[in-house]
T-cell receptor, first 115, second 112 residues
């Protein structure tokens, strides 16, 4: 049983298109995240949701719109895709409440290639 | 702001010991993590320190000094499968909740 699952695993699309990535966690965690890992392997936080509420938005362009229908799901929709959006997008979840450490559990990643 | 520095690459020999250093600057510090990431895979949790000192977990140990903004990950009895990137990450508290940011990672090559 996969703890954090995201789909699709691979996305190849043209510039200007719109695409979505879905994420689900079955760990009962309150907090979910989207991270972007670029070609230099730098893992950068994009968004964080706690119990469906947005708590972190790291100055991501508004072409990126996260949606959390419930605390087990966090989806990412990207409009008007650009070449620079090519990256691996990781969904993660954590339990922040004490005594938990807040370690992140990552999904397998979704590799987006914009042509 | 927040900043995390760690070496870009390291090479070590199978069976040896390697220490990967990490320095950080942050406000609202609430813990330091080390993650391992093999090529093409997701990061996986290795260790967590929130108080000063050494945490040992099998072949892996992690040390934290909050006053110096410094941590290291120690890997003993290196195996070929330890070849991976090691990510230092700092969790901090800010309005609304916690945020975990990552260093650029240290690529470790283990040679026979």
């Amino acid at each position: 049983d996969t703890a954090v699952s995201q789909t699709p695993k691979y996305l190849v699309t043209q510039m200007g298109n719109d695409k979505s990535i879905k994420c689900e966690q079955n760990l009962g965690h309150d907090t979910m995240y989207w991270y972007k890992q670029d070609s230099k392997k730098f893992l950068k936080i994009m968004f964080s949701y706690n119990n469906k509420e947005l708590i972190i938005n790291e100055t991501v362009p508004n072409r990126f719109s996260p949606k959390s229908p419930d605390k087990a799901h966090l989806n990412l929709h990207i409009n008007s895709l650009e070449l620079g959006d090519s990256a691996v997008y990781f969904c993660a979840s954590s339990q922040e409440r004490i005594p938990n450490t807040g370690e992140l559990f990552f999904g397998e990643g979704s590799r987006l290639t914009v042509l | 702001g927040q900043n995390i520095d760690q070496p870009t690459e390291m090479t070590a020999t199978e069976g040896a010991i390697v220490q990967i250093n990490c320095t950080y600057q942050t406000s609202g510090f609430n813990g330091l993590f080390w993650y391992q990431q093999h090529a093409g895979e997701a990061p996986t949790f290795l260790s967590y320190n929130v108080l000063d000192g050494l945490e040992e977990k099998g072949r892996f140990s992690s040390f934290l000094s909050r006053s110096k903004g410094y941590s290291y990950l120690l890997l003993k009895e290196l195996q070929m499968k330890d070849s991976a990137s090691y990510l230092c990450a700092v969790r901090s508290f800010h309005t609304g909740g916690f945020k975990t940011i990552f260093g650029a990672g240290t690529r470790l090559f283990v040679k026979a």
